[in-house]
């Protein structure tokens, strides 16, 4: 049973050249306990992915990155529309704690000014 996530939760969510018109995500909700392997489900744009993928970092409550992971696109790509994605997440070692969920825009120019991420925070627990 899935909640969806509340207005309340969505101002947990920081958006830099995104916004929710962009990328929506489903799983896991701001604020989440979460495991140390859990899933994040959503929808993107087809201009987030890049062949029809696009990376997911954690970070821990300094900012050092614990994983970083593929999100796939689970339907057609290439597209304006948003398309389903799904990544699995393992966070190596033994953290526990705080951390931010990431979620990136591929951007295969590697130019700054076509960046665009959303954040929020979530803690791992077990």
């Known amino acids: 049973n899935i909640e969806p996530v509340t207005e309340e ?23 989440a306990v ?31 990155l614990l ?14 529309n948003f398309v389903p994605f799904k990544a699995e997440v393992k966070i190596p070692g033994s953290y526990i704690g705080p951390a931010t969920l990431i979620l990136k825009k591929d951007n295969p120019s590697g130019l700054p ?3 665009a991420f959303i954040f929020f925070p979530i803690t791992i627990e077990y």
């Open 9 to 31: 939760l969505a101002e947990d969510i920081t958006y830099v050249n995104a916004s929710a018109d962009i990328i929506k995500v489903e799983l896991p909700f701001p604020e």
């Open 113 to 115: 000014e076509h960046d």
């Open 67 to 80: 994983t970083t992971v593929v999100a796939q696109a689970q339907s057609e790509w290439m597209t304006e």
């Open 34 to 64: 979460v495991g140390r392997e859990f899933s994040v489900i959503g929808q993107a744009r087809g201009t987030w992915f890049f062949e029809a993928s696009f990376p997911i970092e954690v970070r821990d409550k300094d900012n050092q």
